[in-house]
Each structure stands twice: as structure tokens, then as C-alpha cells.
């Protein structure tokens, strides 16, 4: 049989951050289209249950016609069994709530453990097993969860995992106290990116991350985790597939010797070319290094031509300035002696010298002071 488990899509958030407003509207039906997408791909990959391991609206407050659309395309996919387990961000509530009728395909969960048996012949089954953690069930979720080995375990939960118990807190999961619970596959929402790690003796843990990168705390790949469990022998193969419209990438690239905006365009370049990244995606780029005084650097220039390129672009400075004091010390031009007033003014930091160097460098050059 085969399963998605995906988790913290965060539908309908606003995406404002680094966007215009048409984009932040377009990146949003974009975050929708995507779990549209994926509901379709389960119906031509032969995909029997979806996981939703919490987190599908971003907040409470929710439009309708999201909404609609989720609750349209799980209808329309009859084929398939969606389990649907509520996050930490208050919205699934309120989701439910809002149907007026919930289709036969969609299951929920509860503050109690819930078991469905997702496939049962001549004795072998498959299980999920998942429960909605809170303050009060905190302190007996893991003493209530009784598994039988002899079926193929799957659990869904939505918290942060830990390797130990933290007592009354309900946004904690202690991967220690799930060990030898006959866990096969922990389906696990909360963290937005793909990890996936041991759960002994049997089996394993894994957040499928969000569908869509949403920030440059997102970067990279974003998709869900397809899961093909053998009936017979309940070998299980698991693999990630990434499947975001657009990807974000937070690149570094060291400017230490570039001396123009050319200089940096090229090296820019060239690190976006090691990323693979496309067109369509966002850039975040991260200026580093140790640079010339008189290096010529226009961030703001530099966004605007890769905004060109891409869907999204901007750069950030994070270089430092190295001034070499032994290169001004015989010049007795206007700059030479500017530099050798800010190095003695002893009230001035090393980076305070530098920065105003910088700036008076650029004033003497007839600039635009970029501050
Ligand atoms: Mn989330």
C-alpha cells in the first residue's frame, strides 16, 4: 500500500515578508495550488492514504474558498483515505468546524490515541495510530499508547522532538518514550523542513517539512515523504519527494577580492550556478568577506538586476572592511589624509574607522553614500 504523509502546509499565510503584494497573493494560491497538486498526483500514483500531520492553515482565521478547496478535492478523490490530525496553530479546529458535511474519506483525531486500521487481510494489518497532544493528555500519552508487533505501526503526532520528557509541556515529543512502543513509521509535522532519524528497535521517526518553502528559513527542498509498505512482508521503502513550485536559496558568497559590481555580479554567478536554482525561484543572497576600502558595492543595484532574473531577489551585506593603514601612510592626497585623522581619533572603534572610511571614500568619489 502506499501512503503520503505530508504536514505544515500553512495554507492561506500571507507570505508578506519578503513580497509585493501581487506576488505575496500569487506565492499564497501557489502554497494551495501545490496541496491541490500533490492530492492529484496521489490519485494518478496509486496512493491509498494521505497523513496530514498538522499545521494546514496557517491561522485561524482561514478564507473559504481555501478551505472549499481542500474539502473539494478530498470529495473529489473518494479513492483515497485522508487523516487529518489538528497542529499547534489553532486552525484545525476551526477547519472542522467549517464543514458542513465531512466527507467519508476524512478521518480525524482526537486528545485520546485513535487507531485505524489502514489495510487488514488474513491477519496482517496496517495501523495509524495518532492523538492531538494538549496540557491534559501530557502526562499520559506515551503510557496509553499500546501497539501490537505483530502489525505494521504507523503514528502521527505534531510537536518538537526531544530525546527526553518534558513534563507539562504539550509542544514536546520524547522520542525515548516511543522507543520500544512497536513503531514502525512516525509521522511526524512541526518542523518545516525533511528529517528523518532512528526509532528503535523497529523503526523510524520523520518530518515530512512543509509542501512549500514560505521564507529564507525555508530554503531549499520542500515536498512530502511516499511510503510503499509491502502487505506481505511489511518491508517498507520511504522516499522524499520534492515538490515545491519554487524553491528559496540563501546563498554566501565571498567578495573578498572584488574590487566592482562586475566583479561581485560574477561571483554571484557563479554560486547561483553551484545551487542549480532556476528562474522561477527566490534568492537571498549573503555578501561576505573582508573588502577593499574602496571597493565599489551597490547592494541595491545588485537586487535589481537579479530581480531581473528571478522571482524574488535581495542582497544582503554582511563584509567587513579591511583597511589597509600601511598604503595611505606617504599619500598626501586629500585621502590619504583623511584616512591617517579617523585612524588616530582613539575615541573610534576599528569597524567605526573603517565604516567611516568607507563612507568618506565614497563622498570623495562623488557617490551616493550607501549607509
Ligand atoms: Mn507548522
Redesign the pocket.
Same mark, same amino acid.
Given at each position: 500500500m502506499r501512503i503520503i504523509h505530508c504536514? %505544515?502546509i +500553512?495554507l492561506d499565510s500571507q507570505m508578506t515578508a519578503n513580497l509585493d503584494k501581487e506576488k505575496a497573493k500569487e506565492r499564497k494560491h501557489e502554497i494551495l495550488d501545490t496541496f491541490l497538486r500533490m492530492v492529484e498526483y496521489a490519485g494518478n500514483n496509486n496512493v491509498d492514504a494521505i497523513i496530514i500531520a #498538522? %499545521?494546514l492553515f %496557517?491561522t485561524k482565521t482561514f478564507s473559504a474558498g481555501a478551505r472549499n478547496s481542500v474539502i473539494d478535492s478530498i470529495a473529489s478523490h473518494p479513492n483515497i483515505d485522508f487523516y487529518y490530525l489538528k #497542529?499547534? @496553530?489553532g486552525g484545525g479546529d476551526r477547519f472542522i468546524e467549517a464543514i458542513k458535511e465531512v466527507p467519508d474519506n476524512l478521518y480525524l483525531f482526537a486528545d485520546n490515541w485513535k487507531r485505524y486500521n489502514l489495510y487488514e487481510n488474513e491477519g496482517k494489518r496496517i495501523t495509524l495510530s495518532g492523538i492531538e497532544l494538549g496540557d491534559d493528555n501530557v502526562s499520559t500519552v506515551y503510557s496509553s499508547l499500546l501497539l501490537d508487533p505483530r502489525d505494521f505501526n504507523i503514528v502521527t503526532m @505534531?510537536g518538537q522532538i526531544t530525546t527526553y520528557q518534558v513534563k507539562n509541556s504539550s509542544d514536546n515529543i520524547s522520542l525515548s518514550d516511543l522507543r520500544n512502543k512497536n513503531i514502525n513509521y512516525l509521522a511526524l509535522? +512541526?518542523? +518545516?523542513e525533511y528529517q528523518e532519524g532512528e526509532l528503535p528497535p523497529r523503526g523510524k521517526y520523520c518530518y515530512s517539512g512543509?509542501l512549500e518553502g514560505r521564507g529564507f528559513d525555508e530554503c531549499g527542498k520542500h515536498g512530502f515523504v511516499l511510503l510503499d509498505i509491502n502487505e506481505d512482508d511489511f518491508t517498507c521503502k520511504t522516499e522524499f519527494v520534492d515538490f515545491a513550485n519554487r524553491h528559496l536559496y540563501e546563498i554566501p558568497v565571498d567578495i573578498s577580492d572584488c574590487k566592482t559590481n562586475t566583479d561581485i555580479k560574477r561571483k554571484i554567478d557563479a554560486a547561483i550556478g553551484l545551487q542549480k536554482s532556476e528562474t522561477k525561484d527566490l534568492l537571498k543572497i549573503v555578501l561576505t568577506g573582508d573588502i577593499d576600502v574602496d571597493c565599489e558595492k551597490n547592494t541595491e543595484y545588485l537586487a535589481k538586476i537579479l530581480m531581473e532574473g528571478f522571482y524574488f531577489a535581495k542582497v544582503n551585506d554582511k563584509t567587513k572592511i579591511a583597511v589597509d593603514y600601511n598604503d595611505y601612510e606617504l599619500d598626501a592626497s586629500l585621502k590619504g589624509e583623511f584616512v591617517r585623522i579617523v585612524k588616530a581619533d582613539e575615541s573610534l572603534s576599528e569597524e567605526e574607522k573603517a565604516e567611516i572610511i568607507r563612507c568618506g571614500f565614497q563622498a570623495l568619489n562623488g557617490e551616493d553614500i550607501e549607509l
Open positions: 504536514a %505544515d +500553512h #498538522g %499545521d %496557517d #497542529g499547534n @496553530h @505534531h509535522g +512541526h518542523v +518545516h512543509c
